[in-house]
Nanobody
Framework: QVQLVESGGGLVQPGGSRRLSCAAS????????MAWYRQAPGKQRELVAR???????NYLDSVKGRFTISRDNAKNTVYLQMNSLKPEDTAVYYC????????WGQGTQVTVSS
């Protein structure tokens, strides 16, 4: 049973933009804080941005001012708008509920390269 489905990744040039989407099952999404994480090759997974059910958000320092997290509670979907992308943003991006025990989605690869 697929519960988290990330999409929207791809190859983008430095300075470009990309919008990621994550469709979650209602049992995961409703009423919970949702977050985007990323994992670059050889590095640990890190939390990039999170948003509460009420819409309050916070960000990893390195993406502040460039990334925006949002959510559509009617669609059980969380988004990550990424602008001014840098090569160091290259990673597999995942969404999840912080602290949730359970399977992660497959993630979506974002590659920033010229």
């Amino acid at each position: 049973q697929v519960q988290l489905v990330e999409s929207g990744g791809g190859l983008v040039q430095p300075g470009g933009s990309r919008r990621l989407s994550c469709a979650a099952s209602g049992s995961i999404f409703r009423g919970n804080t949702m977050a985007w994480y990323r994992q670059a090759p050889g590095k640990q997974r890190e939390l990039v941005a999170r948003i509460t059910s009420g819409g309050t958000s916070n960000y990893l320092d390195s993406v502040k001012g460039r990334f925006t997290i949002s959510r559509d509670n009617a669609k059980n979907t969380v988004y990550l708008q990424m602008n001014s992308l840098k090569p160091e943003d290259t990673a597999v991006y995942y969404c999840n509920v912080p602290g949730r025990v359970g399977a992660w989605g497959q993630g979506t690869q974002v590659t920033v390269s010229s």
